[in-house]
């Protein structure tokens, strides 16, 4: 009896324990103080005339090409009709063609730059999806508080409410203390050349960046499940890239007498091999990171699993790996996407070919993707090699760099109800091409992403509310202006 009942003493003090140490690392989770939301701001009708008339031009990136140049022409005329202070005070340069860069030096020649990119490139309008718009895609409408068209939310908002608040220091007289670049690349949709020559060209003038500014995350309000108020959303870093070809050959022959070498079953088993086999989840990194930093403004079973990952990391990786979206932002993933094999239905192929796309999480290599992929395959007739033009994913930007802070001193200042979280980006931005000269590179854009807006980006009835169209302006305005 002695014995048992030491034995449920211990036990009750363990538990108890156990509790405490729970309740201690979720109260260390503590908010941080908010501010208001701030009131709506004033409309300039002007400056929303000049997005709708941007949206109207269709530069257009296709497979096929980039925009056409007559129509990158009338783009810039369109900027140069609009912001005639920016044209007449900064230094503006074409590169690659049709990339546009501006440079507004400041005051302190030793402060480091900051760069602020866009593109002003759009994606086409699939088949026949143009008659499901609200408004027609490239009419640039104005109405019920929005600017609709193609564009609006990837990316000329943010290029146009950059110029808008560069246009309205110069009216204001003011220069800043840092140089300003102002980077728009002409072709981030299909591939980003543009931007990859801006920064050779800076590298090349020996050009100090302290922070380069892209588009990626945004304002996300009930989109990350169980946050109870909008977060704001910095990418640190985006996922790298890497198509992988499997080829495979075969004797041929007549398909009456099949024989096993036979390459398209070769292709299926090794393709087969991939899809059942996954990169394994990882929580620790930039998502985990994330979930750190939005678990104080969820409800409390959630947080007190957060803050206790030493305990709870098998079950949120396994709840965040069942849902796609979330999967990838824990795993390298693996699609693939090709196969082709076979000429005729009683012929056995002699040849076959998969391609599988990988984006690469923070962490993981091109080398190291391909050398697994050749090993889960495990077969010496599959030969597995990476397709150029693939890029390694980015070293995550610090939260403790100066650029970070002017960002989220920005943020503040704009969304000051809303809290600051690092992300990964899970797409591939003009960003990746600025890390090698810039400080920090990360990824915003000062607008609002509510869940019915995330199927608008590269889909139907793409729109921008007015109102965060002006707060943009106001956003840009502090970070170039430091606050001041
Ligand atoms: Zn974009």
């Known amino acids: 009896m002695r014995v048992l009942k030491r034995m449920a003493l211990l036990l009750g003090a363990l538990l108890l324990l156990l509790i405490a140490i729970i309740v201690i690392n979720t109260a260390r989770l503590s908010p941080a103080t908010l501010g208001a939301p701030?009131?709506?701001?004033?409309?300039?009708?002007?400056?929303?005339?000049?997005?709708?008339?941007?949206i109207r031009i269709p530069t257009i990136s296709t497979e096929a090409g980039q925009p056409p140049s007559q129509v990158l022409d009338a783009f810039h005329a369109h900027l140069a009709a609009s912001y005639p202070r920016v044209h007449a005070e900064l230094r503006r340069e074409l590169?690659?063609?049709?990339?546009?860069?501006?440079?507004?030096?400041?005051?302190?020649?030793?402060?480091?730059?900051?760069?602020?990119?866009?593109?002003?490139?759009?994606?086409?309008?699939?088949?026949?999806?143009a008659s499901k718009w609200t408004h027609p895609?490239?009419?640039?409408?104005?109405?019920?508080?929005?600017?609709?068209?193609?564009?609006?939310?990837?990316?000329?908002?943010?290029?146009?409410?950059?110029?808008?608040?560069?246009?309205?220091?110069?009216?204001?007289?003011?220069?800043?203390?840092?140089?300003?670049?102002?980077?728009?690349?002409?072709?981030?949709?299909?591939?980003?050349?543009?931007?990859?020559?801006?920064?050779?060209?800076?590298?090349?003038?020996g050009a100090k960046v302290g922070l380069a500014l892209d588009e990626g995350y945004a304002v996300l309000d009930n989109v990350l499940a169980g946050v109870n108020r909008p977060v704001a959303v910095v990418g640190m870093a985006e996922k790298g890239y890497v198509s992988v070809e499997l080829t495979a050959s075969g004797a041929g022959g007549h398909s009456s007498m099949p024989t096993p070498d036979n390459a398209a079953i070769k292709i299926a088993r090794a393709v087969d091999r991939l899809a059942a086999d996954p990169f394994p989840a990882r929580l620790q990194g930039l998502t985990g990171d994330m979930l750190t930093s939005v678990a104080p403004y969820m409800d409390w079973p959630m947080r007190a699993a957060i803050?206790?990952?030493?305990?709870?990391?098998?079950?949120?990786?396994?709840?965040?790996?069942?849902?796609?979206?979330?999967?990838?932002?824990?795993?390298?993933?693996t699609a693939p996407t090709i196969i082709q094999s076979g000429t005729k239905d009683n012929v056995l192929p002699q040849s076959a070919r998969a391609v599988v796309n990988h984006?690469?999480?923070?962490?993981d290599t091109i080398a190291n993707v391909v050398a697994r992929d050749r090993d889960v395959i495990g077969d010496a007739g599959v030969s597995v090699r990476p397709v150029p033009g693939g890029h390694d994913p980015s070293r995550p930007a610090r939260t403790d760099a100066p650029g970070f802070q002017?960002?989220?001193?920005?943020?503040?200042?704009?969304?000051?109800?809303?809290?600051?979280?690092?992300?990964?980006?899970?797409?591939?931005?003009?960003?990746?091409?600025?890390e090698s000269l810039a400080a920090s590179t990360l990824r915003f854009t000062p607008m609002?992403?509510?869940?019915?807006?995330?199927?608008?980006?590269?889909?139907?009835?793409?729109?921008?509310?007015?109102?965060?169209?002006?707060?943009?302006?106001?956003?840009?305005?502090?970070?170039?202006?430091?606050?001041?």
């Open 95 to 129: 590169v690659a063609g049709h990339s546009l860069l501006f440079t507004w030096p400041g005051t302190d020649p030793n402060a480091p730059a900051l760069l602020l990119a866009a593109h002003q490139d759009v994606v086409p309008i699939e088949g026949s999806s």
């Open 406 to 434: 002017a960002v989220a001193a920005a943020i503040r200042a704009t969304y000051p109800h809303a809290p600051i979280a690092p992300g990964l980006v899970l797409g591939a931005t003009d960003g990746r091409f600025y």
């Open 359 to 363: 984006r690469i999480l923070p962490g």
């Open 137 to 205: 895609p490239f009419a640039g409408t104005v109405a019920n508080g929005f600017v609709w068209g193609r564009g609006t939310i990837d990316d000329k908002m943010s290029l146009i409410a950059i110029l808008e608040a560069v246009e309205r220091m110069l009216a204001r007289g003011m220069r800043p203390r840092q140089t300003v670049y102002l980077a728009f690349g002409h072709d981030e949709e299909r591939g980003g050349n543009g931007a990859r020559t801006i920064s050779s060209l800076l590298k090349q003038r």
């Open 307 to 333: 803050a206790n990952r030493w305990l709870t990391e098998g079950l949120i990786t396994r709840q965040l790996t069942a849902n796609p979206r979330t999967a990838a932002a824990l795993r390298t993933t």
């Open 38 to 54: 701030l009131p709506a701001p004033a409309i300039d009708q002007a400056a929303v005339q000049r997005l709708a008339a941007a």
């Open 448 to 484: 609002t992403m509510r869940p019915a807006d995330l199927a608008r980006f590269h889909g139907n009835d793409e729109r921008v509310s007015i109102e965060d169209y002006m707060r943009a302006i106001g956003f840009y305005e502090r970070l170039i202006g430091g606050g001041r």
